[in-house]
């Protein structure tokens, strides 16, 4: 039943959510510095995690085979002696051919890498791949606040900034496994920020980690609000604690991050009517002092039928664990 699973997924674009029999399922979390292999129970608790030191690796088949050994000593380790499959959230994810595209950004694997087919040969166990904000948003629906919805957005604020959309009940791809990039939807036409993805504008210029610190400097140099920053390197961390505490420049900074940043979820809302958008991620750790504008200028710029209809949450998932949590949560597409 479950084999050759990521085969299908070219076929049909959206996917329908089914729990398996078996309830246990490993989730792959890869980033450009680690690999996060985590065992996770139907209550969306990790109960062993295993790391791999990604940027260690610049061919991808001692990269595979030392992730197989992982996931073979981790279920040895549990007294486990089945799964019901294996989800990998990756960078550069290929949803229909299982693959992680050549040359991705912060990996030293420069080549395609055919992963599903890969461990799934080692293993013989279903895998699954697809990009971190669309695991993240299978997350929330399988083990976060988006249990009983049908139709919610994620959105993923970090280096980045991704989303995962959910329409009646499916996750959308779209053409080419593409759908989502809510990041690189352009919200100031006349910016000069200049964004990853070669336009000036998007959004993920104004609502990712960098975003925020450029938004801060640009702030600082208006002179409005004293500059209390007396770190050599500022952070988005760093903006969101002073936020926290009351710094003007740092809400100052977090006023304007929201503004833009709901001009995007009101745009996204005209073409998904969500119930509610979950945000995640670094900057969303700044709570109320990115919240309370979010949502005035979210109902600001909402196109008026939608209106007291779609809710703001923070993500359910605990944060040090979401990324396992999402990738998980891919076993269970049916």
Avoid at 1 to 20: D, H, N, P, T, V
């Amino acid at each position: 039943m479950y084999r050759y699973l990521y085969y299908f997924c070219a076929l049909k674009k959206s996917r329908k959510i089914s729990l398996m029999k078996n309830p246990l399922a490993i989730g792959i979390d890869i980033g450009g510095t680690n690999t996060d292999i985590g065992l996770v129970n139907p209550d969306g608790k990790v109960l062993k995690h295993k790391i791999l030191k990604t940027a260690e690796y610049d061919d991808h088949h001692p990269y595979i085979l030392d992730i197989a050994g992982s996931i073979r000593a981790m279920l040895s380790e549990s007294g486990v002696s089945e799964v019901a499959g294996v989800g990998i959230g990756a960078p550069n994810a290929h949803f229909d051919t299982g693959c992680i595209g050549a040359d991705t950004a912060n990996l030293r694997m420069k080549k395609e890498i055919p992963i599903c087919e890969m461990l799934q040969r080692i293993l013989n166990i279903p895998v699954t791949l697809s990009n971190d904000a669309d695991a993240a948003a299978l997350g929330e629906h399988i083990y976060g606040g988006a249990k009983l919805m049908q139709h919610f957005v994620t959105i993923t604020l970090g280096t980045g900034v991704g989303s995962g959309i959910f329409v009646d009940g499916r996750l959308i791809h779209g053409h080419g496994c593409m759908a989502g990039e809510l990041g690189h939807a352009i919200v100031n036409p006349l910016s000069d920020r200049l964004c990853s993805c070669g336009r000036k504008g998007c959004l993920e210029m104004y609502a990712s980690a960098r975003g925020i610190c450029q938004t801060y400097r640009e702030e600082a140099a208006n002179g409005e609000f004293p500059d209390t920053f007396k770190g050599s390197e500022l952070t988005c961390k760093d903006v969101g604690e002073m936020a926290v505490a009351g710094d003007p420049l740092a809400l100052k900074t977090y006023d304007t991050t929201a503004y833009w940043l709901a001009i995007g979820m009101a745009n996204a809302a005209s073409f998904c009517s969500p119930e509610a958008f979950f945000l995640m991620g670094g900057p969303t750790r700044a709570g109320e002092a990115l919240l309370a504008p979010l949502r005035h200028y979210f109902a600001e710029n909402l196109l008026y039928i939608y209106k007291d209809r779609i809710s703001i949450q923070l993500s359910e998932l605990q944060a040090n664990d979401a990324a396992v949590l999402g990738a998980a949560a891919l076993v269970h597409l049916k």
